[in-house]
Nanobody
Framework: QVQLVESGGGLVQAGGSLRLSCAAS????????MGWYRQAPGKQRELVAI???????NYADSAKDRFTISRDNGKNTVHLQMNTLNPEDTAVHYC?????????WGQGTQVTVSS
């Protein structure tokens, strides 16, 4: 079994920054990819950013130029640096990981951006 523990959510004013972190632990042979999804009230869950074991990244259009995803392979940890946040970024942010070809999800962390 694999556990994902998220940290770093909270309340911030528009234009501010937050850094989300997610640590994977448990029975891990290989983490193929890690990243973040988010779900705003009344909306579907959507991809924010993903990073592969080789360091390749992909961002949602809304995250490009504002967010940066990074990964510490030695610590099985992924970070999401979010800058220039706006109220439209308000959502529960979920960490996910593809571990040994299986998908795992974190519990979610709330990000709230006030105008």
């Amino acid at each position: 079994q694999v556990q994902l523990v998220e940290s770093g959510g909270g309340l911030v004013q528009a234009g501010g920054s937050l850094r989300l972190s997610c640590a994977a632990s448990g029975s891990i042979f290989r983490i193929n990819a890690m990243g973040w999804y988010r779900q705003a009230p009344g909306k579907q869950r959507e991809l924010v950013a993903i990073i592969t074991s080789g360091g390749s990244t992909n961002y949602a259009d809304s995250a490009k130029d504002r967010f940066t995803i990074s990964r510490d392979n030695g610590k099985n940890t992924v970070h999401l640096q979010m800058n220039t946040l706006n109220p439209e970024d308000t959502a529960v942010h979920y960490c996910f990981a593809v571990v040994d070809s299986r998908d795992y999800w974190g519990q979610g962390t709330q990000v709230t951006v006030s105008s």
